[in-house]
Nanobody
C-alpha cells in the first residue's frame, strides 16, 4: 500500500505560480512511476504530467509543456509539480497518482487506469 497526500494548492491570479507537492508513505516510493492529473467541475479527470521512477523520463500534456515541471525527490518520498504562467483554464482539483509499472513497459502514463494509488486531491483556482 502507498498513501499519497497532496499539498500546495490555493488561489492564484492568472500568470502566477504554484508548487504542488505529493508526499508518499508506505512501500518504497522510488519503485513507483508518479503522475499528476486534474479534474475540473463537470469534466473527466485528465492527465497533466508523469515522471519515471528515477526521474530520467517525463511526459506532459500539451497544455502543460513549457509551463509546468514535474520532479521528484526519492530521498524525501515526495514528488512535485511546479506550475508557472497559470491560466484560468488550469483551475481544477489536482491529484497525484502512483503506478507500479515501469516507464519502459507501461501502456500509457496518460491513462488513469495505469495507476494503482491516488491522493485525495488539492484545489487549484486561477482567477482572471
Amino acid at each position: 500500500q502507498v498513501q499519497l497526500v497532496e499539498s500546495g494548492g490555493g488561489l492564484v491570479q492568472a500568470g502566477g505560480s504554484l508548487r504542488l507537492s505529493c508526499a508518499a508513505s508506505g512501500r518504497s516510493f522510488s519503485a513507483y512511476l508518479m503522475g499528476w492529473f486534474r479534474q475540473a467541475p463537470g469534466r473527466e479527470r485528465e492527465f497533466v504530467a508523469a515522471i519515471s521512477q528515477t526521474g530520467r523520463y517525463t511526459l506532459y500534456t500539451d497544455s502543460a509543456k513549457g509551463r509546468f515541471a514535474i520532479s521528484r525527490d526519492n530521498a524525501k518520498n515526495t514528488h512535485y509539480l511546479q506550475m508557472n504562467s497559470l491560466r484560468p483554464e488550469d483551475t481544477a482539483v489536482y491529484y497525484c497518482a502512483a503506478s507500479a509499472q515501469y516507464w519502459s513497459t507501461i501502456q500509457s502514463p496518460r491513462e488513469t487506469k495505469q495507476y494503482n494509488y491516488w491522493g485525495q486531491g488539492t484545489q487549484v483556482t486561477v482567477s482572471t
